[in-house]
Nanobody, 115 residues
Framework: QVQLVESGGGLVQAGGSLRLSCAASGSIFRLNVMAWYRQVPGNQRELVAAITSSGSTNYADSVKGRFTISRDNAKNTVYLQMNSLKPEDTAVYHC?????????WGQGTQVTVSS
């Protein structure tokens, strides 16, 4: 059984920074994609950024140039460095692991950006 545990959310003023972490435990296929999604109540969950096990990345247009996704394969951990935060970045951020036909989600961490 794979578990994902997120940390690093919180309250920050606009223009500030936060770093999210997501640690995966359990039996994990080495070829995988780890990603961050976010969700605002009433809206669909949207992709923020994704990174493959070889380091290829993909970002939503709304966060390009402000957010950076990275990973430590030895620790099965993915990070999201969020800079120049805006009030519209406020959401619950969820970690996702996609490995073969398997798909896992973390419970989420709240990020609130005040204006």
């Amino acid at each position: 059984q794979v578990q994902l545990v997120e940390s690093g959310g919180g309250l920050v003023q606009a223009g500030g920074s936060l770093r999210l972490s997501c640690a995966a435990s359990g039996s994990i296929f080495r070829l995988n994609v780890m990603a961050w999604y976010r969700q605002v109540p009433g809206n669909q969950r949207e992709l923020v950024a994704a990174i493959t096990s070889s380091g290829s990345t993909n970002y939503a247009d709304s966060v390009k140039g402000r957010f950076t996704i990275s990973r430590d394969n030895a620790k099965n951990t993915v990070y999201l460095q969020m800079n120049s935060l805006k009030p519209e970045d406020t959401a619950v951020y969820h970690c996702r692991l996609m490995a073969g036909v398997n798909n896992y989600w973390g419970q989420g961490t709240q990020v609130t950006v005040s204006s």
